[in-house]
């Protein structure tokens, strides 16, 4: 029988996430060895993980995505884990047997307390270009395989897409501060990115001359 738990500290961080430029979030989380990458994407783009917590497990290297009920924006985060998903977050902590029954739920209270109520957009942006070759995998990004930015692009038709904009944090290596000051003049005069792939050897382009031009286009 599944486990039913809401993981209701999610909350801070939920809200925070709708009200981001890129609609996504990342943070690790430590219980005894266990080592966890939480991560959310909720653009409404993200039709697929709009409503998913990926858990990606790091001494294991094992990745679940648990699906997420109820009215996240008043705190509620029901999930329902299944005996392969416990057995998954068991094995990750490595323990040590001791003969005793292993609680779970104390387990599962622990990680929401460990959730943290805020994080910086510095912090954010360093764990997920820390962890960009596992976000690849999620479907949350387009074009996975472009990574070399190659300038800006008027769109006639449609707005800037989230799923492209986002990865300006995780593949450049610019501030968090200008790639975020970029996205906003990118969305306002209804441009996007363009990308390519490494072989193609271009000219990576310059997140601060970027700005610089998009400014001047401004005036």
């Not at 779970?104 to 109520?117: A, R």
């Not at 994080?119 to 976000?135: F, G, P």
């Not at 492209?164 to 990118?186: F, G, M, Q, W």
Request: one cysteine or more; hydrophobic letters at 40%; aromatic letters at 10%.
């Amino acid at each position: 029988m599944a486990i039913e738990f809401n993981f209701n500290r999610l909350q801070n961080l939920y809200i925070a996430t709708l009200h981001s430029f890129d609609k996504a979030m990342a943070f690790d989380i430590e219980i005894g060895r266990g080592r966890f990458l939480f991560m959310m994407y909720l653009s409404d783009e993200d039709k697929e993980s709009k409503d998913m917590l990926f858990v990606y497990m790091r001494n294991t290297r094992i990745l679940r995505k648990i699906k997420m009920y109820g009215n996240h924006k008043k705190g509620d985060f029901k999930v329902f884990i299944n005996e392969e998903v416990k057995d998954r977050f068991i094995q990750e902590l490595q323990l040590i047997p001791n003969g005793g029954e292993f609680d779970f739920i104390c387990f599962l209270n622990q990680l929401n307390e460990n959730i943290p109520l805020e994080i910086t957009q510095d912090i954010k942006v360093r764990t997920l270009r820390n962890n960009r070759d596992i976000i690849r995998t999620l479907n949350v990004i387009d074009e996975a395989e472009k990574t070399v930015l190659i300038g800006d692009r008027h769109l006639s038709v449609g707005t800037p897409q989230d799923k492209t904009l986002r990865k300006l944090y995780l593949y450049t290596n610019a501030s968090a501060e200008d790639v975020t000051h970029l996205i906003k003049l990118l969305k306002k005069l209804n441009r996007t990115v363009a990308w390519t792939t490494e072989d193609n050897n271009y000219r990576v382009a310059d997140i601060r001359e970027m700005i610089n031009s998009l400014n001047g286009s401004e005036n």
